[in-house]
């Protein structure tokens, strides 16, 4: 019987060929088609994986493709489907890589300097919706502001804090916006559970103090809430820290109404409030 084992360069070839063909896939222009395969063929597959790709990012990034004329669209993807920066094999994923993508490169359109950032305000969405931590327990707050600003907020896993130099959420065609604010401009992205077990991701305004509260929860979440309003006080110059704690708890029920904040967590284990099994605010 012949022996049909492969011969020691067939698993070298194939890899060549592989290269080849994912080079030509990515940029037909100047990588050449592996040979053995019909010139044909090799169109559709390149027209099959560039369509998919293109598809794919103009869902995700609606207003970027509406700004865009057609042809400005397809030279924005084909630039990025050309830099074999599409690092993962997950077609959810790939928006993100396209971010990182177009905010380390240079940008192709120097009369739209809001792209990456708006880039990211719109990847944030599906960011936020595809989250795979586990579902928080929603947990009431105490009732007693001492017994709060006692405790460390604890954050829902799945917000996501936004901060731009451009009015982002303002951009559409005919108002470009061509330098960047003199103030920023942030964003909680989240998602909220509803009672029907239903998801829905909402878009919150902030500004720079309210901002900088989500921060420092995030930095530093067995901080109790008295002492990181306390930090931020002493960070901005305010001089009224009563009045800065009333607006902090204000803003922390607030947050928790909304499922942004799950809960909270004090120093003293045993007087813990009692949880709720509630998945929802």
């Not at 306390?230 to 305010?238: C, E, L, P, S, T």
Request: no cysteine.
């Amino acid at each position: 019987m012949p022996d049909k084992r492969l011969s020691p360069d067939v698993p070298e070839k194939l890899a060549h060929t592989q290269t080849r063909f994912a080079a030509h896939i990515r940029d037909p222009q100047h990588n050449p088609a592996p040979e053995g395969i019909e010139a044909r063929r090799m169109a559709i597959y390149t027209e099959l994986f560039f369509n998919s790709i293109s598809s794919l990012l103009a869902g995700t990034f609606p207003v970027i493709h509406e700004i865009l004329t057609e042809e400005q669209w397809q030279q924005l993807v084909r630039a990025f489907y050309r830099s074999g920066q599409a690092h993962t094999p997950y077609f959810p994923e790939i928006p993100r890589d396209f971010v990182r993508w177009l905010t380390e490169s240079t940008n192709p359109f120097a009369n739209k300097p809001y792209l990456p950032e708006l880039a990211h305000y719109e990847w944030l969405e599906l960011a936020v919706q595809i989250d795979k931590s586990p579902s928080p327990e929603w947990q009431p707050l105490p009732e007693n502001p001492e017994a709060l600003l006692a405790g460390a907020p604890r954050l829902s896993p799945w917000v996501r804090l936004g901060s731009y130099h451009f009015p982002v959420h303002q951009i559409k065609p005919g108002h470009e916006p061509k330098t960047p604010d003199e103030t920023g401009h942030f964003f909680l992205v989240y998602r909220q559970q509803q009672p029907d077990e239903h998801e829905e991701v909402h878009f919150l305004s902030l500004n720079a103090v309210s901002a900088l509260l989500f921060a420092s929860l995030k930095d530093k979440p067995d901080q109790p809430l008295a002492h990181t309003l306390a930090a931020i006080g002493q960070h901005i110059g305010h001089q009224e820290p009563q009045a800065l704690q009333q607006a902090g708890i204000a803003l922390i029920q607030d947050w928790h109404r909304r499922g942004i904040v799950s809960g909270y967590q004090t120093s003293h284990p045993t007087t813990h409030p009692k949880k709720n099994t509630r998945k929802y605010p």
